[in-house]
Each structure stands twice: as structure tokens, then as C-alpha cells.
């Protein structure tokens, strides 16, 4: 054994000792003598480049020879330098301050050596997350984005199943799905979670941002342009190219604590909730002289928030008081709904049933007449009687409780001075608990059995996220070339506890296995480039990607999906008979709250795979030193649906020294997820307080089939956009501001609800009867390219910096976006809904709020960040504009709900509209010794909340259209509870900024 280790320690030197040269040193600033963390260390006409770390320092791997290196940051004029490699050269560069010129060079949506960014032919945002996780009081990718890059949309969600666990995240008002994410420039996999519930992007497979631990990354490089042509399906919207760190000899901790301290916390009763702990470790080994291998680790716990109020509801009856006293006295309740005398005698220890209930009750000679005389609700006196409150009812809106532990690696170690191995990826589990809607002990629901009280059923999720990348890159001749591959894979399984199978009965277990989703993509790369001396300077590259994708459904434990009939059998067939309650209400089956997968579910996903072949070509063409031209070409080959090509072409021109315009013109597509066409499950969804037992049937279903819907295939987009970057050296000034449009065509989304054929049926519609019976279902969605969008917007950004006396700097950057989408010509409805009027539930009024209004269409974030000595001090204020509830209730109080006439038919189109909030975050760090900062500050620093709900309101509402086209209103008016019994204090549906209020958080960042 001492002999292994010796000549394994042996062979490690002898490697490392051939390994490649560099250069190393640090880059601050020449008046302070600052670090600059987030500089960029390039080689000019190279693929080479490096960014500083917290401290300011980098380390670049080159061969031995002479190199000019150029240094780079925002508001700091950029530097070059000429350096001769022999060993490990030390070089240390001061920038002096230019204007605030946002002056990183970028890798994203070029494959030359790089650009300065406001020299690119399309805008790029380059954020430094490195130094945002050690100054803002955000600590996650998904939360970093929502309040830096104006055009980024995530807010977490609340009682929306699996979609409470990972946030949906957009771009440009388009769909998660519509948003490529790169790491380290490689396509990264995407959720194996469908966004099936009432939230935006419903009916998306988006990326998991969060599964990428924010302490890993030195920075963010968000394209805001169709980039299809040149990366591939889903790039429509633009790129979102996460970029680890790769330093090195030092350890970086982070320890981080806070917690709601809000007037809303604990359902209004102050205090504290949502307490939120994080510990980050990050280190950085160098291998030989110029490799290197950086490891980060992440461990976080964060408890939930509860946003709601006592409940208004209905939640006993006189028998839940009758059967409660059974079981205080030690009786049987599984068998009291059929026994006559139990009744009666229970009903004798309800103290407060009056004389005329205990006669009544005494008299009855049927469980018929027990049932219309004990449907009485007697709560308030009930509750009295138990000791409760309403507000032990109330359910847990707000964030869900989170554990998570996350491992990342990023490594490049150069084998000789034309190649190099890179390998980088991470392995992360996350464990969430989530609660549903509160089942009342009246409900049919509840089974008062096992919960006399009626219970919060809880989802507990367990996600897998893995991802690997390895690969060699360098020269071959005249020619860079990078060959990699890339595997990633998401697992999300569902725990449901604290709940019931009703038709189990007294049977049932409180805890189900409710089964998984599990997604893999590999995707292997080649990658050539080279550079000819055509007119200014011209870039070739070209390549070839070949993608394998998989999808699967994971049944769950038979007593998480089945409904059993009274004989404790399996229901298959019309003629069994399922278990009810009392008042003869059938039970419904499944684990309350999230019923599981079903084998036919994972049966139809054992094919679920894809395979795609792709070339493309894409040239950087300087005509003049002043004119770049880009353009771009992909062929792409899908096993599932045919092929595509795209194209793209790009532009800028210096008009001065200091001002740019540019422009870009691109088609693009969006292969249909994998998810999108297999997934297929049961699900408990609440419309308006009412539940729902609703399948998701895929889109291959014979369900489908006989409603027309055909099958998925590729959405296409048509993308232009122009603009310009001006720089005022006078008043240290940076603007940037690119006006979009984007047309897709057969976009994808998620249908409103078809319901169940009732009564006695034939043919086509008995088959329908059946299937949705075979899925315990009364409703169903499908998947369908159903319209055409058109979307459009501006996005601006200035950035500014000042020098003070006594060394203090004031970095100021205001940045908006403006943006519309809507739908164009008419919904893609099959012939067989056109002709049953069912065009509206295809794409309803409520899919068009999602879509188009459930997020800001406006938004605009102002950062200021004073530097003074060894103090730094962060202020940010975010506008999020005004959002559309896509549910329906008299708003204006004219005690009607408003409603248009679409394809014929009476559509509710009076929403609630949230208004327009700004958000101010602020913190103070201060560097006590220099492997030592203290940050504490406070996110929604004035405990801001949305608009509230409208609670229960009385109107009419539309039942209908006349002869003559025009609405028919009801004659009497019914009542509209957005807020759910007083639960949903804010809406679910939608938030700009979420429900949490104030976050106050300390944090300890330690150097060694």
C-alpha cells in the first residue's frame, strides 16, 4: 500500500511537472488600490481568458511564448499588456477608471476568442454573481436573476404541487421552456417537471436554475436574442450561460442566516417565519502550474411561511359532532354512517343540540332522514366545544420547507501546449415539504376516521439533479477545436403525507410513495474554429451535436393511486361500487392531495426517447474596423418529428468611437419536450375552491384522438432586433437600449379543462366515458400547438460610476424592460371541438392571462453600490409593473362579472389586476480583518406586499349569449371567492414579488 501511494505520488509530480505555463497576478484599482473582483484576463486573438475572484486575483493558463493580455472591467478604461511566458509569470495590472462602460468580454453567442460586450451585435447582460452572493440578501440563481436582469421572471409559488419545489423561470415574457441554459457554455438538461397547475409558465419544462449552487459561479452571461441557429432548440427567447469559478489558493466560506421578520409572518400574528440558513464553501486547487480544479459545496435549510387567516369555511356538520362524541366515548366510527342507534345515542352527548335537533334526530326512522337533519352546519359551536379555533384550520400558503445539499466541480488540466482536459458538473438533492388545500372533516374528502379534525395533507419532494461534463480542447493545425460530452439527468419523486386514501377507510395509511419523474439528456459536441485574414479579421467556426434524450414515469405504491371499492378491491369496471361517507357522497381515490402515478401512466413513457443530430456554421466577418457582420446556420435532424434549419444574421457598426448600433434577424424553433408529449397522471386541482380530479392525458391518447388534438410538433419562431451602445466619457456614462419582436408560430401550451361525458352515451363519447373513468378523472388537459404569438419590448440599460474624495466609489446601474405578448390569428382548434363549441376550453381566457399578463410587463431595477474604505453599502430599488389575476369576479362593483363573446360563446373576462409595487433591498458589509467581511441588510426592506384578494362578492354572472349576440346575465346573483375562505390572502395564480415581506439576513464571508 505505502508502495502505491509512493508511486502515485511519484507520477502526480512527474505529470504536473510537464503541464503548461501561465501567468498569474491581481488587477486593482490604480487610485484605491482596490481589488477588482469580476475582471476579465484575456488573451487578444486567443481563446484564453480568465475572470479575478472575491479578491481581485486570477490565474491564466498558457504555453510558453509572447502573449498581449488584456484587462478589462466595467467603468475602468481596458488595459494591454505584453507578457513573455517561460514558467509562472506574476502579473499584476491597475485599471484606471474610463467610463462606465460596460466593458466585460463575453463568450455567449460568439464563437470567436470574445467581445467586449457593448461591441457584440446583440445585447448581453453580464452579471457577477460572485460578488452579488458575498453584498445581496438573494442567495439563489432563480432569486439573483428575478431582481438584477429586468427581462428574467421566477417568483416561487405556493399550493401548486411539484411546481411549489422548483420555480419556474422566463425571459422576455416568453415561456421557461423558450430560455436555453448553458453551463460553462454546454447545453444543460432541464427539469423532468411539467408546470401542470395554475401558475405562470403552466404547461413549461423549464431548467432548474436552483439545482446550480450560486456559490460555484463567477458569473452569468444572459444573451437577450434568438439564438437557435446557433445553439440549437429552445434558444428563442435567448441564453442564459452560467459560468463557474475556477480560482484558485484560497478557501472562500459563506455562512448565512435570516428569516421573515414581516407583519404578515406566522398567518398575521408577527414575529418570525421562513428562517433560512446557508453554509458555502468554496476551494480552489491548482494542478502543476496552470491547471486547476475548484470544488464548491452548499448546504441549505429554510423553513416555510404561512400567509393565511382564520378560515372562513364551513367545517362541521351535526354528524362530525355526533361522531366525535362515538369516539370520545370509545365507539367504533368506521362503522357509525349505517348504524341507526349509534347515531342516536352519540347525539345524546352533543350538549348543545337543542330540544326540537335531540327530538328530531330521535325520531328518525332512516339513515335518510338522519342525513337531511344532521347536514346542519353547527362549526362555531362545534370548535367551542373541541377547544379549536378557526385559525387551526387555516392552511400553510407561502414557501415551502426546504433541505438541500449540493457538490459542484469545475477542473481544466493541460495535457501538453496544444491540448487541454476540462471536466466540470455537480450532484445536488433537495428534500421539500409543501402543503395542499386543508380537507374539512365535512368533506367527503376526509376520512374523520383516522383525522377527526380533518387534516393539511403535505407533498414531500425528493429532486436528484446530476450533471457531467468532460472533454479535450485545443488546436489541431490551424484550427481551436473543442470535443466534449455532456450528461445530465433530473429525478423528482413524490412523498405525500399526512393524508388519506378515502376509499381505504379506516385502512389507510397517513404516508404513500406517489412515485417520480426522471429526465436524461447526453449531448456530445465538436466544435472547430479558426481565424483567417480576411478583410479585418474573419472567424469560421463549425460543428456537429448529437443529442439522446429519455423520459420515464415512475408508478407509485397501488394504494397512492387506486380507488378501492367497498369490498377493498381495486375498482376496473362500472359495476363496482366505491366506499361514500355519511350523506352518501362517493369518496374519491388516491393519496389526498397529489394521487400517484399509475403503471399505465409509467407504461406509457417506457418509449419516451429522443435522439437529434445537428451541424452548423456560423461566421464573424469584420468588413472594416468599424463593420462586423455575423451570420449563422444549423441543420437540426429530430427522431420524433423531422428536421429544421435556421438561420441567423447580426450586425454592428461603430458609428464613433463611442457609439454602436447594431441589429440581428434570426429564425428559431422549440422542439416539444419529451414531457410535453408523454407526461399522463391524475391530479387534485382546485378551481375556484372547487376540486377537480383532472387528467393530463399525453398527447398520443386515444383521449386525444377522439377529440381531434393532433400530434406536437416543433413551435417556430421569426426574430428581429436593433439598437445601440453609447458611451459619454464626460459624464463616466454607459447606455445601452434593443428593441424585439418575436413571432412564434404553433406555440405549445397546456388546454383548459374537457369534461367528463355524463349520463348515458354512445360510441366515441362511451370510449371517452371510459378512458377518463380508467384515470379516476372528471376533467382532462392536453398538450397542443394551439396558437400564434407575437412579442415584443425594449430593453435599457445605463450604467454609471463616480470617484469620491477619501476613496470612495459609486457604481449606479438602472436597467428596464418594456415588453407585450398576445396572441395572433385564430386558436388551432381540431374540426371535432370547432364543431361542439368547445374552441374556448382549447386556448381559454384564462390560458391567454397566463401567457400574456401574469407577469410584469414592466419592470425596472436601480443598484447603487458606495465603496468607502472598508466599508461597502448596497441599495437596490426594484419596480415590478402592474400583473392580471387569471381568475374572474365582479371587480369594479357593478355587481356583475364582466364577459365578451368569443367564437360564439360567453367568456368572463373581469380580472383583478395587481398593481405596481417597488421593492428596496439594502446592505452594509464591512471588512473587519481581510479574511473577514460582515454583511447584513434586508430584502423588501418596508415589508411590501401585493394588492390583497377579493374575498367572497356577490353577482351576476354570464350564463349565455342572446339571439342578437349579446350577453345573458343570470337573474341572481351567485358569490365569487378568489380568496378561497380567507386562505389566499394574496393570489396564487400570479405575484410579482411573491407573499414573504421582509427578509432580514446577516452574513459571514471568510477568505483564507
Not at 348504524?339 to 352519540?346: F, L, R, T, V, Y
Not at 366545544?385 to 387551526?392: E, H, K, N, P, V
Not at 433530473?490 to 403525507?497: A, H, L, T
Amino acid at each position: 500500500m505505502n508502495r502505491f501511494a509512493v508511486s502515485v505520488a511519484i507520477w502526480m509530480v512527474t505529470f504536473t511537472a510537464v503541464l503548461a505555463q501561465g501567468i498569474r497576478g491581481k488587477i486593482t484599482d490604480a487610485i484605491t488600490k482596490a481589488a477588482i473582483p469580476g475582471a476579465t484576463v484575456a488573451v487578444v486573438n486567443g481563446n484564453n481568458g480568465a475572470t479575478t475572484d472575491g479578491n481581485g486575483e486570477y490565474t491564466l493558463k498558457l504555453n510558453p511564448g509572447s502573449y498581449t493580455i488584456r484587462v478589462s472591467f466595467v467603468g475602468y478604461a481596458t488595459q494591454t499588456v505584453t507578457v513573455n511566458v517561460k514558467e509562472t509569470e506574476t502579473v499584476n495590472v491597475a485599471l484606471s477608471e474610463s467610463t462606465a462602460a460596460l466593458s466585460e468580454v463575453i463568450v455567449t453567442g460568439t464563437r470567436s476568442a470574445g467581445r467586449v460586450k457593448t461591441e457584440s451585435p446583440v445585447p448581453v447582460d453580464v452579471i457577477s454573481v460572485q460578488q452579488l452572493t458575498t453584498q445581496a440578501p438573494q442567495n439563489n440563481l432563480n432569486q439573483i436573476l428575478n431582481v438584477v436582469a429586468p427581462s428574467f421572471t421566477s417568483n416561487t409559488t405556493t399550493v401548486a404541487d411539484g411546481t411549489d419545489h422548483i420555480d419556474p423561470a422566463q425571459l422576455r415574457g416568453l415561456g421557461p421552456d423558450q430560455v436555453l441554459v448553458l453551463l460553462n457554455s454546454k447545453r444543460r438538461h432541464t427539469s423532468s417537471l411539467v408546470n401542470v397547475n395554475g401558475t405562470p409558465g403552466r404547461g413549461s419544462v423549464g431548467t432548474d436554475l436552483n439545482a446550480i449552487p450560486a456559490f460555484a459561479i463567477d458569473r452569468i452571461e444572459v444573451l437577450r436574442d434568438g439564438a437557435a441557429a446557433q445553439y440549437g432548440s429552445d434558444a428563442i427567447a435567448g441564453i442564459i450561460n452560467v459560468k463557474m469559478k475556477e480560482s484558485t489558493g484560497k478557501l472562500a466560506l459563506s455562512v448565512y442566516g435570516g428569516g421573515n421578520f414581516s407583519q404578515g409572518s406566522n398567518n398575521f400574528k408577527g414575529g418570525v417565519d421562513g428562517g433560512n440558513v446557508q453554509v458555502d464553501a468554496n476551494y480552489g486547487v491548482r494542478i502543476g502550474k496552470a491547471g486547476f480544479i475548484n470544488f464548491t459545496g452548499s448546504a441549505q435549510m429554510r423553513n416555510y411561511t404561512s400567509r393565511a387567516m382564520p378560515t372562513t369555511a364551513s367545517l362541521f356538520n351535526r354528524y362530525n359532532a355526533i361522531e366525535y362524541r362515538v369516539l370520545q366515548a370509545g365507539g367504533n366510527v368506521n362503522t357509525l354512517p349505517t348504524n341507526i342507534a349509534g347515531i342516536k345515542q352519540g347525539a345524546l352527548g352533543v350538549t348543545y343540540f337543542d330540544q326540537a335537533t335531540q327530538a328530531s334526530i330521535a325520531g328518525a326512522n332512516s339513515i335518510a332522514d338522519l342525513r337531511t337533519i344532521l347536514a346542519t352546519d353547527v362549526t362555531d359551536n362545534e370548535l367551542a366545544a373541541r377547544g379549536l379555533t378557526r385559525g387551526d384550520f387555516s392552511m400553510r400558503v407561502g414557501q415551502s420547507n426546504l433541505r438541500s445539499l449540493q457538490f459542484f466541480v469545475n477542473s481544466a488540466i493541460p495535457i501538453n501546449e496544444n491540448h487541454e482536459f476540462y471536466a466540470f458538473g455537480g450532484y445536488g438533492q433537495r428534500k421539500g415539504d409543501a402543503a395542499g388545500f386543508y380537507r374539512n372533516p365535512n368533506q367527503e374528502r376526509t376520512y374523520t376516521g383516522i383525522f377527526i379534525n380533518g387534516f393539511l395533507p403535505e407533498i414531500h419532494s425528493t429532486i436528484k439533479d446530476g450533471s457531467f461534463a468532460a472533454g479535450f480542447r485545443g488546436k489541431l493545425g490551424s484550427f481551436n477545436y473543442d470535443l466534449s460530452n455532456t450528461y445530465g439527468s433530473n429525478i423528482f419523486d413524490y412523498g405525500v403525507e399526512n393524508t388519506v386514501n378515502a376509499t381505504m377507510l379506516d385502512k389507510s395509511p397517513t404516508v404513500f410513495k406517489a412515485g417520480g419523474l426522471h429526465f436524461t439528456q447526453n449531448t456530445i459536441n465538436l466544435d472547430l474554429s479558426r481565424k483567417f485574414d480576411a478583410l479585418a479579421g474573419f472567424n469560421l467556426a463549425f460543428g456537429a451535436e448529437g443529442r439522446f434524450e429519455t423520459y420515464r414515469i415512475r408508478a407509485g405504491d397501488e394504494n397512492s393511486w387506486a380507488r378501492y371499492d367497498v369490498n377493498g378491491a381495486v375498482i376496473t369496471t362500472s359495476t363496482q361500487t366505491a366506499p361514500s361517507d355519511f350523506f352518501g357522497r362517493a369518496r374519491p381515490g388516491g393519496s389526498q392531495v397529489f394521487p400517484g402515478f399509475r403503471p399505465e401512466n409509467q407504461r406509457e413513457t417506457q418509449n419516451a426517447n429522443r435522439q437529434s443530430m445537428a451541424l452548423y456554421a456560423d461566421g464573424e466577418l469584420d468588413v472594416t474596423n468599424r463593420w462586423l457582420v455575423e451570420g449563422a446556420i444549423r441543420f437540426e435532424n429530430y427522431s420524433d418529428f423531422g428536421s429544421t434549419t435556421n438561420f441567423k444574421l447580426a450586425t454592428r457598426y461603430k458609428l464613433t468611437d463611442n457609439i454602436n448600433i447594431r441589429g440581428a434577424a434570426s429564425t428559431g424553433f422549440r422542439a416539444p419536450s419529451l414531457a410535453q408529449i408523454y407526461f399522463n397522471s391524475t391530479s387534485t386541482q382546485f378551481v375556484g375552491g372547487v376540486p377537480f380530479e383532472v387528467g393530463t392525458f399525453n398527447n398520443a391518447s386515444r383521449a386525444a384522438e377522439l377529440l381531434g388534438i393532433p400530434k406536437l410538433k416543433q413551435e417556430e419562431s421569426r426574430s428581429l432586433s436593433a439598437g445601440f451602445t453609447a458611451k459619454v466619457p464626460g459624464a463616466n456614462l454607459t447606455i445601452t437600449a434593443d428593441g424585439y419582436f418575436i413571432k412564434i408560430k404553433d406555440r405549445v401550451v397546456l388546454t383548459d379543462q374537457f369534461s367528463r361525458p355524463s349520463g348515458t352515451v354512445t360510441g366515441s363519447a362511451l370510449v371517452l366515458q371510459q378512458l377518463f373513468d380508467q384515470a379516476n378523472a372528471t376533467a382532462a388537459t392536453f398538450f397542443a400547438n394551439a396558437i400564434d404569438t407575437e412579442s415584443k419590448g425594449i430593453d435599457i440599460v445605463l450604467s454609471h460610476k463616480a470617484t469620491f474624495g477619501g476613496g470612495a466609489v459609486l457604481r449606479s446601474d438602472l436597467a428596464g424592460t418594456v415588453s407585450q405578448t398576445k396572441q395572433v390569428g385564430d386558436i388551432k382548434a381540431s374540426k371535432i371541438l370547432a364543431d361542439n363549441g368547445q374552441i374556448n376550453r382549447y386556448y381559454s381566457e384564462m390560458s391567454r392571462v397566463y401567457l400574456q399578463e401574469a407577469v410584469p410587463r414592466v419592470k425596472f431595477n436601480l443598484s447603487n453600490t458606495l465603496t468607502l474604505n472598508k466599508f461597502d453599502f448596497f441599495l437596490r430599488n426594484v419596480y415590478f409593473g402592474k400583473v392580471t389575476d387569471p381568475n374572474t369576479v365582479d371587480v369594479n362593483g357593478d355587481g356583475m362579472i364582466g364577459a365578451i363573446v368569443v367564437n360564439g360563446q360567453v367568456v368572463e373576462n373581469e380580472h383583478p389586476v395587481w398593481g405596481a409595487r417597488v421593492i428596496t433591498d439594502l446592505s452594509v458589509g464591512y471588512q473587519v480583518i481581510p479574511a473577514l467581511k460582515v454583511v447584513v441588510g434586508a430584502n423588501n426592506l418596508f415589508d411590501i406586499y401585493p394588492d390583497k384578494n377579493f374575498g367572497p362578492v356577490s353577482a351576476k354572472r354570464p350564463t349565455g349569449v342572446d339571439a342578437s349576440g349579446n350577453v345573458v346575465y343570470s337573474a341572481t346573483p351567485s358569490t365569487v371567492d378568489l380568496s378561497n375562505a380567507n386562505q389566499f390572502i394574496y393570489s396564487r395564480n400570479t405575484s410579482q414579488f411573491g407573499m414573504n415581506g421582509r427578509f432580514l439576513f446577516a452574513r459571514l464571508n471568510f477568505t483564507f
